[in-house]
C-alpha cells in the first residue's frame, strides 16, 4: 500500500517528528511504500479563491494544497498521532480528523497520543506498531 505521512511538527527531532518515523519504520518493515512530507515548513493556507487553479495553473492552486500531494479520492485509510505536554489535550484534533475521515470516506484506523511521560517510549511504539498492521 501506498503510505502517506504528513508530519506537522517543525521540530525535525521532536517527538511528533519521532512518532512519524516510528509510523515509517513499521510500515516499511511491512513491505509499504511509504512518503513522508514535512508539512511544517510548507506554505499552507486555505483556499485564496483566486481561481488560479480554474485558468493558469491548469488544476494546480497556487499554494501547496493537500491535494496536491495526494488526491483525496486515493485516501481509503487514515491514523492521526498526536504529542502534547499535557494530558487531554487531544479533542480538537481528534474531532477535526474524525470529521475529515467521513468526509473523504476514508476509514479511521485510530489515534495514537503521546503526553510528555508517553513520548518516545517502547509502549509509544507499539501502539503505532499496531496501528501500522491494521493497514
Ligand atoms: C511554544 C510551545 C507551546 C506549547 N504549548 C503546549 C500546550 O499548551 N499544551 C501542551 O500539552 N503542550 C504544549 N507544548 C508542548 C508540545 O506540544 C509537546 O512537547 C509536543 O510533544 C511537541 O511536539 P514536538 O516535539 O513534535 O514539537 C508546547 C510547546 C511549545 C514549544
Redesign the pocket.
Known amino acids: 500500500m501506498n503510505v502517506l505521512i504528513l508530519q506537522v511538527?517543525?521540530?525535525a527531532k521532536?517527538?511528533?517528528?519521532w512518532m512519524a518515523d516510528e509510523y515509517k519504520n513499521a510500515a516499511e518493515a511491512a513491505g509499504h511504500n511509504v512518503t513522508l512530507v514535512n508539512v511544517a515548513h510548507k506554505h499552507i493556507a486555505g483556499c485564496l479563491a483566486c481561481e488560479y487553479c480554474h485558468g493558469k495553473g491548469n488544476g494546480q492552486a497556487p499554494i501547496q494544497r493537500m491535494y496536491c500531494v495526494n488526491a483525496p479520492a486515493k485516501v481509503k485509510k487514515m491514523a492521526l498521532l498526536c504529542?502534547?505536554?499535557?494530558p487531554g489535550?487531544y479533542d480538537g484534533a481528534t474531532a477535526e480528523f474524525r470529521d475529515i475521515c467521513n468526509y473523504w470516506h476514508a476509514e479511521n484506523m485510530g489515534v495514537v497520543t503521546?503526553?510528555?511521560d508517553e513520548?518516545k517510549t517502547d509502549a509509544t511504539k507499539q501502539k503505532i506498531v499496531d496501528l501500522v498492521a491494521k493497514l
Open positions: 511538527s517543525p521540530r521532536g517527538n511528533t517528528a504529542s502534547s505536554y499535557s489535550v503521546a503526553k510528555i513520548q
